[in-house]
């Protein structure tokens, strides 16, 4: 019995309604909507959410850009996807987690049989439907999940523990190769970049070093223990090099999806090292391979997801080693408040914003 266990009263009977944010018609903006409460089928969980924090794509669908039009829905649909909550009713067959407990939701339901799936890559799952985008998600007062994509994290906050789903991403990042000892550049201080920040910093990196454009994220860069936070329109790469007698940084993890940023990092990184690319880019990049790739004899990784489950292990046990990514959330919002935090998070002038759905607005 856990000390949430009182909140398995909350268990809402068959037929009642919920608030939830929806994405109403294939058009920019969103509805809050009462719906009915979902029920857990077979393999299934039904969570009472706690916390949802606001990612980049949810912003890209309620304005309904380009990759939402092709990627989401069909609306109406909930989105919403970065979530943590209670264990309030499990379906048929959904034995493992107890009622009451706090777990957050690895995001992307994988199919468990395709060719990635069964050789130990299902964060590449070629059937991937992810919360929020293929499957109603969780900008609601209740949300379903196959149990098996429930991580039980009953020794964090909701907020926290919603937000190891984007620190997964950046553990995924940061752990593809060795950090010990070794110098590392962060381009891009969004939510997940500053908070890689704190993972290399932890894992002991020698120094790490970060760049935006923006002074309020350099602001938090520092907080989460960067050595050097520098405006990327500044000549980096001659600093870096400086920085570090000559030589380049061993690590570049690339969070910003600008092409400016990607040749910036690939000129700060030395011969031999390894750039993640996580950023993703709203247009093709073009890069001259020979010179910012081959001759540097350098290795490119292209990051998505987090590895099932090894990244959700690794990034429990730097947030139980002392990892502290509070500094990161800078906005806590009742779910009626979804506009104030879209514009917020379009602005710049937020980092990583968490809604409230059991809180009225
Ligand atoms: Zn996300
Ligand atoms: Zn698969």
Request: aromatic share 6%.
């Amino acid at each position: 019995m856990t000390t949430q266990a009182a909140a398995v009263l909350d268990a809402p009977p068959l037929g009642t309604t919920m608030r939830a944010l929806v994405k109403g018609s294939a058009a920019p903006g969103a509805q809050i909507r009462e719906v009915p409460v979902p029920q857990p089928g077979p393999g299934e969980i039904l969570v009472k959410v706690l916390a949802a924090s606001v990612c980049g794509t949810d912003v890209h669908i309620e304005r309904w850009d380009p990759w939402a039009q092709e990627n989401f829905g069909p609306p109406p649909m909930i989105f919403g996807h970065e979530m943590a909550g209670i264990v309030v009713a499990r379906g048929p067959g959904a034995t493992r987690i107890p009622l009451g407990e706090l777990i957050a939701a690895e995001t992307h339901w994988v199919d468990w049989t395709c060719y990635q799936c069964r050789t130990g890559r299902a964060h590449i799952c070629q059937n991937n439907r992810t919360l929020g985008v293929k499957v109603p998600g969780a900008f609601a007062q209740y949300v379903v999940m196959p149990e098996v994509n429930a991580w039980v994290s009953d020794r964090l906050t909701p907020e926290i523990a919603a937000l190891q789903e984007p620190l997964g991403n950046a553990v995924h990042a940061a752990f593809v190769e060795e950090v010990a000892g070794q110098t590392a550049l962060v381009t891009g201080c969004g939510p997940i970049g500053l908070m890689s920040i704190g993972v290399l910093k932890i894992a002991g990196a020698r120094s790490v070093f970060a760049t935006d454009i923006n002074p309020e994220r350099l602001a938090m860069a520092t907080q989460m223990g960067a050595n050097l936070a520098l405006d990327a329109r500044d000549d980096v790469v001659a600093r870096l090099k400086a920085e570090t007698d000559g030589n380049g940084v061993d690590i570049v993890l690339e969070m910003s999806g600008s092409a400016a940023a990607l040749h910036q990092g690939l000129a700060a990184v030395t011969n031999g090292g390894r750039v993640s690319l996580m950023g993703t880019h709203a247009v093709p990049a073009t890069l001259d391979l020979s010179q910012e790739v081959i001759f540097k004899g350098i290795r490119i990784y292209g990051i998505t997801g987090r590895r099932l489950w090894d990244t959700w292990y690794r990034t429990t046990a730097l947030l139980e080693e002392g990892l502290d990514i509070s500094p990161v959330i800078t906005h806590r919002l009742p779910l009626g408040d979804y506009a104030k935090a879209f514009d917020l998070v379009a602005s710049g002038h937020a980092g990583k914003i968490v809604l409230l759905p059991q809180e009225e607005a």
